[in-house]
């Protein structure tokens, strides 16, 4: 049975697809889908751009062709992902851009795009923070928005074209992802699409939304996740949570869903873990072995050694101890000697290919493409190493506020702070406050992101209220804000121990409520 609130935004997609057909209806200029796609944007809006025509098919002739802009994240590339298939499917010609955020300019040079290439555009995975000014630039019958970030007035009512799961009850914070919107639409657009919901759960999982207890989902992620049972496209495996294909040293060392002191970040301390509990960390021949290398027995005893270690040498609390089984969400279509095995690693690998400026070989690699997956894994590697550098140096640049942590390191790279925040807060004993980083930008301006741990958002902190308030304090017209635990900005550097002050200070209202 689909609960309420769930029917009302399908009902929301249902108008949205009609909407959306009417406005991109077929058209009898047949040279008017060929032009556009030869056209780029990359002059004007920074990263990788994808086209349909990459896709190898021949598209049919509308009166618009289609342009995808999306945020730069494992959830912001699924979400690309879905609605690029879904077109192919249409046969509808489409362009992707990939975007760090949908910034103010941005907004203003796709608008000016827009009109001189008669586009239409799909905003997935952002918008709804930036209804003011997508408002401002556009006619309403040149773009939709399907996104799950929190609406700054969730109490107006959304154009048709807008969808958004706040304005039904819906929280998109854990309960739905931009991919899951994105699935959504188009299912309700062809019911084949229902394949496509995979890429919803890996979407859900990149934005940490299996946060029920044992790694499950809320809401309407449910939902999503027994379309992709039914399909056969994921198995849900309750077990060991850790990587499934880095070597086993590596993933009990970086990967446990919660920290180990003595084990955690500790590669020297695992493999004499290992060693003890007469479990090889490496073959006959010498190379190195993962999780799935192991038999059944070893694994059993891995687990239980680890818990032992937590409740013996760590003290930890039992129901604690018990995070370190969870759900696995395994990809079925995806083989193994191409070490991606489950929704986890495939979101992981998404990310980094968005940050670190290759998003193309990300979406490719989730539409099947082998040798983009290929690529992308290579890719990861590399961005990888990068991220356990700037998580080393910004663990020496924290400083303590009242109320927050900031943290500020010259070296580490936009695209990179986000990823390196939300590790950095939940590697040590950092969780009692939000932690909000820094990163240098373009024009004398600093990338802001802000994380806080679930038990700080149950005591009604909203970061995505803080980073829109305090930019607004400041003076800042660039839309800033996200969901409860994650959150960013972009600020004037000149203005930094002013908007540091004002979140202190908002963070600390909110903590007494």
């Known amino acids: 049975m689909i609960f309420i609130p769930l029917k009302e935004l399908l009902t929301a997609i249902e108008r949205l697809k009609v909407f959306f057909l009417e406005k991109i209806g077929q058209s009898q200029e047949k040279d008017l889908i060929t032009k556009d796609l030869q056209t780029s944007t990359q002059d004007s809006v920074p990263n990788n751009d994808v086209s349909s025509k990459q896709s190898g098919y021949s598209p049919k002739i509308f009166k618009k062709s289609i342009h995808i802009y999306s945020h ?4 912001g590339l699924c979400s690309a ?6 077109l192919e499917r249409k046969g509808i010609g489409f362009q992707i851009t990939i975007l760090r955020q949908l910034e103010l300019q941005y907004i203003q040079n796709i608008a000016e795009e827009q009109q001189k290439y ?3 555009i799909i905003f997935s ?63 309700v ?11 919803g759960i890996i979407g859900a999982i990149g934005d940490m939304q299996n946060n029920a207890e044992k790694g499950e989902f809320h809401g309407v992620n449910k939902v999503i996740l027994e379309d992709a049972l039914a399909t056969n496209q994921i198995t849900v495996e309750f077990n060991l949570a850790i990587s499934r294909t880095k070597t086993l040293a590596y993933a009990i060392a970086y990967t446990l869903p919660i920290v180990l002191p003595k084990l955690t970040d500790s590669l020297s301390n695992v493999e004499l873990f290992l060693k003890k509990n007469q479990i090889r ?13 192991l038999s059944n027995l070893e694994r059993k005893t891995l687990l239980n050694a680890l818990i032992k270690f937590a409740l013996v040498e760590c003290g930890m609390n ?34 980094a290919c968005g940050r670190g400026g290759n998003s193309s070989f990300g979406i490719a690699a989730l539409l099947g493409d082998e040798d983009s997956l290929k690529k992308a894994i290579e890719f990861s590697k590399s961005y990888k190493h990068e991220i356990f550098l700037g998580v080393n140096r910004a663990r020496e640049n924290i400083r303590e506020y009242e109320f927050i942590r900031t943290v500020y390191e010259q070296s580490i790279n936009e695209k990179t702070i986000g990823t390196i925040c939300s590790i950095l807060l939940h590697s040590g004993d950092l969780i009692d406050k939000p932690l909000i980083a820094f990163a240098d930008s373009d024009n004398h301006t600093m990338k802001v992101s802000a994380r806080a741990d679930k038990n700080l958002i149950e005591q009604g902190i909203d970061l995505g209220i803080i980073m829109r308030k305090a930019c607004q304090k400041i003076g800042i017209e660039d839309p800033a804000g996200g969901h409860p635990p994650a ?12 908007f540091i002050a004002i979140v202190n200070d908002l963070t600390g209202t909110q903590m007494k409520k």
């Open 72 to 75: 730069l994240d494992a959830d």
């Open 81 to 86: 992902a879905i609605i690029a298939r879904m």
């Open 118 to 120: 008669n586009r239409f």
């Open 125 to 187: 995975d952002f918008g709804s923070g930036q209804i003011e000014f997508i408002e401002k630039y556009f006619q309403s019958d040149d773009y939709i928005i399907l996104d799950h970030h929190k609406p700054e007035f969730e109490s107006k009512k959304p154009e048709i074209n807008h969808v958004n799961p706040y304005y039904y009850g819906i929280r998109g914070d854990d309960e739905i992802s931009g991919a899951g919107v994105c699935y959504l639409f188009a299912k």
């Open 189 to 199: 657009m062809d019911s084949r699409n229902q394949d496509l919901a995979y890429i």
């Open 281 to 293: 960390s490496t073959d006959e021949l010498g190379n190195p072995r993962t999780f799935l290398d």
């Open 318 to 351: 039992p129901k604690k101890s018990k995070e370190l089984l969870q759900n696995i969400y395994i990809l079925n279509d995806f083989n193994e000697k191409y070490k991606i095995s489950d929704a986890r690693e495939m979101s992981s690998l998404l990310n």
């Open 487 to 498: 959150a960013g900005a972009k600020i004037p550097t000149k203005k930094l121990g002013d």
